[in-house]
């Protein structure tokens, strides 16, 4: 099926549940349990059922990267569960705020509660800026024994003037906004959520094998062939669906802060360049800065300082930049304004004449911003990159690839 017809939340409910190849891919990958896990109820890894899901519905995978969704249909993100379910319901992570706890420890009651509430809220209104998400929903694949249960739910903000049943105790805080029930674990930093197994779900059975390293070691040899020649044979194939990024070739991670001392973002340069003295500036002037390490370790990843560049946003948008400044300290958009406006007002939705400061970033989860080479060049034979934003030692090298 083409992905249009799944590419907003009502196209969505109403056909995901025909999407046969998704199910019987499931129930394949869950036969295989024992290779994990003795239990009768069947084990799928997280990973899995993300690349599986944007395989099959053809979603962008925004797993890996620091965004409150998954994976994405055109402007619908959603959000990709897989856990256990225990007398219909179960209680699972949907965010953590490690960062941002010195800011929660002096809560308590109804105004930890609250606070919390904010800053999912502010995660979520990041990621919808950021890749243009304008609808969500959660897809989960609920464990029992025997079978899957497959299903959908909303995925909402949290209603904060209407939190009540707060529940403070030494190590959790427990509250319900009307809607969804929610705990939070003050050691850990971790949000949770309820979530309960609706009327109308999919369910897959599942007959896991008791050997599946035989049936593993099939797809290896064939009666003609040692196992040896044909374990080199199928190395082409895995490669094709298996690829290990490279630092430096494939990517290089940009901080937007400033490490000298205290972890700061500089008042009057990089996100804050439109604050520096001496000419007149754009209200939208910035610059993402390249740490002079980046240019000694990796002196081919960038183009020379001045030649353009694309620059694929998180939604799609293109924008022409290149590096800029005395020892290529600076990558810039052109107009210079165009960069600024996006990161300032679009995704960090700061008003004109505010700075950005460290607690920014950490309210949206990110710190860096992550310069993905395609290995392409667009139509003028310039150099194609992606920008996405993440933390700085946020790096996941295991990337899913397409067999094709």
């Known amino acids: 099926m083409s992905a249009d017809i799944y590419s907003s939340l009502g196209a969505f409910l109403t056909n995901w549940r025909h999407n046969t190849t998704y199910f019987e891919m499931l129930r394949l990958m869950a036969s295989i349990s024992h290779l994990f896990s003795e239990s009768h109820t069947p084990y799928l890894d997280y990973r899995l059922t993300e690349n599986?899901?944007?395989?099959?519905?053809?979603?962008?995978?925004?797993?890996?990267?620091?965004?409150?969704?998954?994976?994405?249909?055109?402007?619908?993100?959603?959000?990709?569960?897989?856990?256990?379910?225990?007398?219909?319901a179960s209680t699972e992570k949907i965010a953590e705020f490690n960062r941002l706890k010195p800011r929660l420890d002096g809560l308590s009651g109804i105004d930890l509660a609250r606070q919390i509430g904010i800053f999912r809220n502010e995660r979520m209104a990041f990621s919808n800026s950021t890749y243009d998400v304008t609808e969500t929903q959660y897809h989960i694949i609920g464990r029992q024994d025997g079978c899957l249960k497959v299903f959908n739910a909303p995925y909402d903000m949290v209603n904060i003037d209407s939190i009540c049943d707060v529940v403070d105790k030494e190590a959790t805080i427990s509250f319900n906004d009307g809607i969804n029930e929610y705990s939070f674990n003050k050691s850990k930093s971790v949000l949770l959520k309820r979530f309960y197994l609706p009327d109308d779900y999919v369910e897959v059975s599942v007959n896991i094998l008791e050997e599946p390293l035989?049936?593993?070691?099939?797809?290896?040899?064939?009666?003609?062939?040692?196992?040896?020649?044909?374990?080199?044979?199928?190395?082409?194939?895995?490669?094709?669906?298996?690829?290990?990024?490279?630092?430096?070739?494939?990517y290089v991670i940009l901080p937007l802060y400033s490490k000298r001392g205290t972890p700061h973002i500089p008042e009057r340069s990089g996100l804050n360049q439109w604050n520096a003295k001496g000419r007149p500036r754009d209200v939208n002037e910035v610059y993402i800065p390249i740490p002079k390490s980046i240019h000694n370790l990796y002196p081919h990843f960038f183009p020379s300082r001045d030649c353009p560049f694309e620059?694929?946003?998180?939604?799609?948008?293109?924008?022409?930049?290149?590096?800029?400044?005395?020892?290529?300290?600076?990558?810039?958009?052109n107009p210079n304004s165009a960069l600024g406006e996006w990161i300032l007002r679009k995704v960090l939705r700061k008003p004109v004449g505010e700075i950005v400061t460290i607690d920014d970033l950490y309210t949206y989860g990110i710190d860096s911003i992550k310069i993905v080479s395609t290995h392409t060049t667009?139509?003028?034979?310039?150099?194609?990159?992606?920008?996405?934003?993440?933390e700085e030692g946020y790096e996941d090298y295991s990337t899913f690839i397409d067999e094709e």
């Not at 249909?73 to 219909?88: E, H």
């Not at 099939?218 to 062939?225: A, C, F, I, N, V």
């Not at 020892?327 to 958009?333: D, I, N, P, R």
């Open 311 to 333: 620059l694929v946003l998180p939604d799609g948008r293109l924008l022409s930049a290149k590096v800029c400044q005395d020892g290529g300290k600076a990558l810039m958009s």
């Open 214 to 250: 035989e049936l593993l070691a099939q797809l290896l040899k064939t009666p003609s062939e040692p196992l040896a020649v044909q374990t080199h044979s199928i190395a082409p194939i895995l490669t094709k669906v298996y690829t290990q990024e490279v630092k430096g070739i494939d």
């Open 52 to 88: 599986l899901f944007c395989k099959y519905f053809e979603a962008h995978n925004d797993a890996r990267s620091c965004t409150a969704y998954d994976a994405r249909l055109a402007r619908l993100g959603i959000g990709i569960k897989t856990f256990g379910i225990n007398k219909g």
């Open 378 to 390: 667009n139509g003028s034979g310039e150099p194609v990159f992606k920008i996405i934003f993440t």
